[in-house]
């Protein structure tokens, strides 16, 4: 079946533009997360959603970063004013529902991300 | 905090040679995921570990879970070039949320 889908696959903004990134994860997968890689980096978490409710946004670096999913399937990610800074490759990510117990977490499977560059 | 560290951050090797990757927590790990990314793709999982001492194979791939649940290791055996990427572990979160901390990564390039 389709995997994670990404849009746009590249963003090329300038400085103090706002920017939204779209996810569309697997039909079924009621998690969903936004990672955010820098080049050399490994992903660095932004927020997950549990069905339409933000579960952990901890991971925004600040409020310029907002994301929704009003139906618990697709997601948004809102960048107000951006900074040059902001720029890296924004990831998605979804997964099934936990099973297995406490200690386990189901494997998540990533989209191929949208790279935005500030200007 | 919430990071784990991988070493080496990069590794050269030559077509059939072993590679090893470390990643090490300062807390205790309710459970680790590897993911490997090739150039210029996603993560893609590999494996997860949860039980203490725990070995999984596939195929030449061998992976660890320490006995204190505070590291863990990934082992290839005799490198092909399809191997190539960036290999990272991850930690799940605490609390129960099923957000991952990625580790820095091991960059690995094989010499054919």
């Known amino acids: 079946g389709a995997g994670v889908s990404q849009t746009p696959s590249n963003k090329v903004t300038e400085k103090g533009k706002y920017v939204e990134l779209r996810c569309d994860p697997i039909?079924?997968?009621?998690?969903l997360y936004w990672y955010r890689q820098s080049l050399g980096q490994g992903p660095e978490f932004l927020i997950y959603?549990?069905?339409?409710?933000?579960?952990?946004d901890s991971g925004l670096p600040n409020d310029r970063f907002f994301a929704v999913r009003p139906e618990g399937s697709v997601s948004t990610l809102k960048i107000q004013r951006t900074e040059r800074g902001d720029s890296a490759v924004y990831l998605c990510?979804?997964?099934?529902?936990?099973?297995?117990?406490?200690?386990?977490?189901?494997?998540?499977?990533f989209g191929p991300g949208t790279r935005l560059t500030v200007l | 905090g919430q990071q784990v560290m991988q070493i080496p951050q990069y590794q050269h090797v030559q077509e059939g040679e072993d590679f090893t990757t470390y990643c090490n927590s300062s807390t205790t790990l309710s459970n680790i995921q590897w993911y490997k990314q090739r150039p210029g793709g996603h993560p893609v999982f590999l494996i997860q570990l949860v039980k203490s001492g725990e070995v999984k194979k596939q195929k030449r791939l061998t992976f660890q879970f320490g006995e204190a649940k505070k590291n863990s290791s990934l082992h290839i055996t005799a490198t092909q070039t399809t191997d190539v990427g960036t290999y990272f572990c991850?930690?799940?979160?605490?609390?129960?949320?099923?957000?991952?901390?990625f580790g820095t990564g091991t960059r690995l390039t094989v010499i054919p």
């Open positions: 991850a930690r799940g979160q605490q609390t129960g949320a099923n957000n991952l901390f």
């Open positions: 990510a979804s997964s099934s529902p936990r099973a297995g117990g406490q200690s386990s977490y189901n494997e998540q499977f």
């Open positions: 959603f549990q069905g339409t409710g933000a579960a952990d």
């Open positions: 039909s079924g997968h009621t998690a």
